[in-house]
């Protein structure tokens, strides 16, 4: 059993930055590989961006040059530093663990993220 623990979440005005955290109940190398999701209110979940045990990372296209994922293994913390942030950004934000099959088995408790003047 894997828990996550997102934080980092709040308001910010377009064009501003949040880093959000996601702390792991284990060690990341344990782990396959992490992602970052969110879910707009009457929107599909969508998948941000990964990054593997290894460090590789990749990112939709709606968040490339924008977001960036980061890890630190110390902590077992996984961390999503958004800039120029846009209204369509506002959603809720999970991440999660994805296995080696690509599934994602254990989901954080989402945090909100609301960009608005």
């Known amino acids: 059993q894997v828990q996550l623990v997102e934080s980092g979440g709040g308001l910010v005005q377009p064009g501003g930055s949040l880093r959000l955290s996601c702390a792991a109940s284990?060690?990341?190398?344990?782990?396959?590989?992490m992602a970052w999701h969110r879910q707009a209110p009457g929107k599909q979940r969508e998948l941000l961006a990964s990054i593997t045990r290894t460090g590789n990372t990749d990112y939709a296209d709606s968040v490339k040059g924008r977001f960036t994922l980061s890890r630190d293994n110390a902590k077992n913390t996984v961390y999503l530093q958004m800039n120029s942030l846009k209204p369509e950004d506002t959603a809720v934000y999970y991440c999660?663990?994805?296995?080696?099959?690509?599934?994602?088995?254990?989901w954080g408790q989402g945090t909100q993220v609301t960009v608005s003047l």
């Open positions: 999660s663990t994805v296995n080696s099959r690509g599934g994602y088995d254990y």
């Open positions: 284990v060690n990341l190398f344990t782990i396959s590989a």
